[in-house]
């Protein structure tokens, strides 16, 4: 079975600080992971991908993620946060060989970003 | 990137009726995917739409509660059945970004409210 866990419902970091928000994942061989944005009252908006290669991945608006295959981890980083960064952010997987659209999303982490 | 257009935005409906969802792309795609986003839930796909074939269902969607069409590469819609206040969600349309991308580009999605 897929799943992805986001374990932080909230979380809430100052402007200009670095902020982390973390996700975990389970999936039969290896996963393609994805992050997205969601603002409010809008769709969701696609940030970054991991496929393969290098593990330290780079994103829209200066956002990066980190594949640890280890930890089964991807969090979602970036170095100095924009009080426009606050927004609902959703990790997703899918695995190899299943259908182009079956993403398995978390839960979503509510990022506030405080001036 | 790919332009989604869904209607209705919003809508309150009553218990036992049922509604029709559009979602128009600016361009040719084989497959259109649709998701349910309950009220502080995660996205859920509920069923891929490939044109000139039925939809294919996940787990725990079935077809009587929601009818998909696919007339042609650009239009699809959902229709939510004898709608009870549990259908009350966003739905959203996604296609894949480009073509072998992974990625999914999503509708600003339909806020279905039902009293």
């Known amino acids: 079975a897929q799943s992805v866990a986001q374990p932080e419902d909230q979380v809430n970091v100052a402007e200009g600080n670095p902020l982390t928000v973390k996700c975990t994942y389970s999936v039969s061989g290896n996963p393609y992971l994805f992050w997205y944005v969601q603002y409010p009252n809008r769709g969701l908006q696609f940030l970054l991908k991991y496929i393969t290669g290098d593990n330290l991945v780079k994103g829209s608006y200066g956002f990066e993620a980190e594949f640890n295959k280890s930890q089964t981890s991807f969090h979602l980083k970036k170095p100095s946060a924009l009080v426009s960064d606050s927004a609902l952010y959703f990790c997703a997987v899918r695995s190899r060989g299943s259908t182009l659209g079956r993403l398995y999303f978390g839960r979503g982490t509510q990022l506030t970003v405080w001036p | 990137s790919a332009v989604i257009s869904q209607k209705p935005s919003r809508d309150i409906c009553q218990r036992g009726t049922s509604l029709t969802i559009q979602c128009q792309v600016d361009?040719?795609?084989?497959?259109m995917f649709w998701y349910r986003q309950q009220p502080g839930q995660s996205l859920t796909l509920i069923a891929t739409?490939?044109?000139?074939?039925?939809?294919?269902?996940e787990s725990g969607f079935v077809i009587d509660k929601f009818p998909i069409s696919r007339p042609n590469l650009t239009f699809s819609t959902l229709t939510v059945s004898n709608m009870s206040p549990e259908d009350s969600s966003i739905y959203l349309c996604?296609?894949?970004?480009?073509?072998?991308?992974?990625?999914?580009?999503f509708g600003e999605g339909s806020r279905l409210t039902v009293l």
């Open positions: 996604s296609v894949e970004r480009g073509t072998g991308t992974g990625e999914l580009f």
């Open positions: 361009s040719q795609v084989t497959m």
């Open positions: 739409a490939n044109q000139g074939s039925e939809a294919t269902y």
